[in-house]
């Protein structure tokens, strides 16, 4: 699928930031653009709104939909699926805003074997302690999945400073500085 417009794909591990720069972008420019809601078997979190934040869905029913080709990229992270449909970055597109995506990194390396054409700006908390204290202070994941986050956003945390695989890498030390920063990046780039 080509967008007129170029999407931007935000990566980088969970809890550094990205759903609450994403939220803070589209709130102040809400006719600009449209949130990519993915899909996901993972379970509904209280603060969640099934159809905003994700569509949470039952394995089956995902994989299906997969085998069907409705998928422009998918993977497993901490156990649970998640994945793009084409319908929502299509919904989106058509609505003639720019599509944000949130994604992991095996989605990054399967969305830039497709023609989609992203921005890809990657969301990098100042350190992995730091990291840790904000996904705990979340309060809404139990150890075990606690444990294979860290583990996760360790291997996420080494492709930060790969080289040519991001055109912006953020680090959110204070949120109202990256916001700053990340809107700097967008409106050099997007007529706003
Ligand atoms: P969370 O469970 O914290 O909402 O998300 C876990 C991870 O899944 C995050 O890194 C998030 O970016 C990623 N993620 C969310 N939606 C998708 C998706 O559609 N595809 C892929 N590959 N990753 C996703």
Redesign the pocket.
Known sequence: MLARVRPIV??????AG??TLIKKLMTEFPSAFGF?V???T?KI?PSEVDGV??HFVEREAMEKEIAEGKFI???V??G?M???SIK?VQDVVDSGKVCL????????L?VKKTDLNPYYVFISPPSMEELERRLRGRGD?EEDAMQQ?LE?AKK?MAYRDQEGLWDYVLINESLEDAYAKLRAFITERYPL
């Open positions: 935000f990566a980088g591990p969970s809890g990205k759903s990519s993915s899909h996901t993972r979190r934040n994700y990229e998918n993977a992270y901490s649970n998640y994945g793009t929502a995506l949130d994604i992991d990194l095996q989605g990054v399967l994941t986050r996760t996420e």
